[in-house]
């Protein structure tokens, strides 16, 4: 199939779409946490900013239950055999600060407003995925 305007390119490969949101929202959810970690670490001295790369970790998740699924046959969805985590990044700081804290406020609170609007489309089409699975479920039924 072609690949034309709003289709999406084939990156499940052996995945269900289920996994593909369950991984998608727990780097989501990880990122969200380590974001409110750097505002709540604004004033501790020394205290290294930390993010994650989303699209990388999501990346690095394919490829990894890929590599999983191709050489071990399991039952179960690869999201609970093999556990993900992100790698963690530390932020360069754009201006330095005498106490050695990398947190600048405006970049964290924008990214985790940026990231908590991320987070409830990922939340919303997986809701969606499994709502339409419902009905399609309900009609065979009914």
Same mark, same amino acid.
């Given at each position: =199939?072609?690949?034309?305007?709003?289709?999406? +390119?084939?990156?499940?490969?052996?995945?269900?779409?289920?996994?593909?949101?369950?991984?998608?929202? &727990?780097?989501?959810?990880?990122?969200?946490?380590?974001?409110?970690?750097?505002?709540?670490?604004?004033?501790? +001295?020394?205290?290294?900013?930390?993010?994650?790369?989303?699209?990388?970790?999501?990346?690095?998740?394919?490829?990894?239950?890929?590599?999983?699924?191709?050489?071990?046959?399991?039952?179960?969805?690869?999201?609970?055999?093999?556990?993900?985590?992100?790698?963690? =990044?530390?932020?360069?700081?754009?201006?330095?600060?005498?106490?050695?804290?990398?947190?600048? =406020?405006?970049?964290?609170?924008?990214?985790?407003?940026?990231?908590?609007?991320?987070?409830?489309?990922?939340?919303? &089409?997986?809701?969606?995925?499994? &709502?339409?699975?419902?009905?399609?479920?309900?009609? =065979?039924?009914?």
């Amino acid at each position: =199939m072609d690949n034309v305007k709003g289709d999406a +390119p084939n990156v499940f490969s052996g995945w269900t779409k289920e996994v593909f949101w369950e991984r998608a929202l &727990k780097i989501s959810e990880q990122r969200l946490t380590l974001l409110a970690s750097n505002i709540a670490n604004a004033d501790t +001295p020394n205290y290294k900013a930390r993010d994650i790369d989303f699209r990388a970790s999501l990346q690095q998740a394919i490829a990894a239950s890929n590599a999983t699924t191709a050489t071990v046959k399991v039952t179960s969805s690869p999201a609970k055999d093999t556990p993900f985590v992100a790698t963690l =990044m530390y932020r360069i700081p754009t201006q330095g600060s005498v106490d050695g804290n990398t947190v600048e =406020m405006d970049t964290e609170r924008s990214s985790f407003a940026d990231q908590a609007i991320r987070h409830e489309f990922l939340l919303q &089409k997986a809701l969606d995925e499994y &709502k339409e699975i419902g009905s399609l479920f309900k009609n =065979m039924v009914g």
